[in-house]
């Protein structure tokens, strides 16, 4: 049984921090995609970030330059550096394990991420 836990939500000011970290447990194949999404109020969940097994990323435009997503293989864990915050970064933000030899999409319960302006 494949879990996702996420951790590291918060209320932060415009401008400040958040690490958002996402542990996984079970057994699943190494080669593997891991990534940040999140969805706002009344919104489409969207791609925050993510991360191969072997290091590429991808990021949304709308992060690029502030978010730094990273992973411990070891671990099984993914995280997400989130800087110069804006409001409108509010969202509950969700992990996700997929990948061509994972059996299907897995997904953490989801962490509150809020950022007062």
């Known amino acids: 049984q494949v879990q996702l836990v996420e951790s590291g939500g918060g209320l932060v000011q415009a401008g400040g921090s958040l690490r958002l970290s996402c542990a996984a447990s079970?057994?699943?194949?190494?080669?593997?995609?891991m990534g940040w999404y999140r969805q706002a109020p009344g919104k489409q969940r969207e791609l925050v970030a993510s991360m191969r097994t072997g290091g590429s990323t991808n990021y949304a435009d709308s992060v690029k330059g502030r978010f730094t997503i990273s992973r411990d293989n070891a671990k099984k864990t993914v995280y997400l550096q989130m800087n110069s915050l804006k409001p409108e970064d509010t969202a509950v933000y969700y992990c996700?394990?997929?990948?061509?030899?994972?059996?299907?999409?897995?997904w953490g319960q989801g962490t509150q991420v809020t950022v007062s302006s």
């Open positions: 079970g057994s699943f194949f190494s080669i593997n995609v």
């Open positions: 996700k394990l997929s990948g061509a030899y994972i059996s299907r999409d897995y």
